[in-house]
């Protein structure tokens, strides 16, 4: 079964961090994009990071450069994001997905998404 799992998220302070997992299964992995994406209440769902898989590429929306760091191992089939001075505009629900093309910004061309994984930042 196809599958990616997130996990990690929950409540943290403005300024502090907190590490996202997706771990994937059936074989999803070997798809060449990860990326996370987020969506707030009442707005649409927006990208936040990808990382490719053969060079390692790794893309980012502009408010997130500088302070999140998405990485993978791909031993473990896992691609993560470290979020550091988090923000209260950080808060929302936080989605793991995949594709076999290039790095994309748009929700439409991924294959395979997650369950979601809510991150609120308290100010």
């Known amino acids: 079964q196809v599958q990616l799992i997130e996990s990690g998220g929950g409540l943290v302070q403005t300024g502090g961090s907190v590490r996202l997992s997706c771990t994937a299964s059936?074989?999803?992995?070997?798809?060449?994009?990860m990326a996370w994406f987020r969506q707030a209440p009442g707005k649409e769902r927006e990208f936040v990071a990808a990382?490719?898989?053969?060079?390692?590429?790794?893309f980012y929306t502009d408010s997130v450069k500088g302070r999140f760091t998405i990485s993978r191992d791909d031993a473990k089939s896992t691609v993560y994001l470290q979020m550091n001075g988090v923000k209260p505009e950080d808060s929302a629900v936080y989605y793991c997905a995949a594709r076999g093309g290039g790095n994309s910004d748009k929700v439409k061309e991924y294959e395979s998404w997650g369950q979601g994984t809510q991150v609120t930042v308290s100010s």
């Open positions: 059936g074989g999803i992995f070997s798809r060449n994009t």
């Open positions: 990382v490719t898989r053969m060079i390692g590429l790794t």
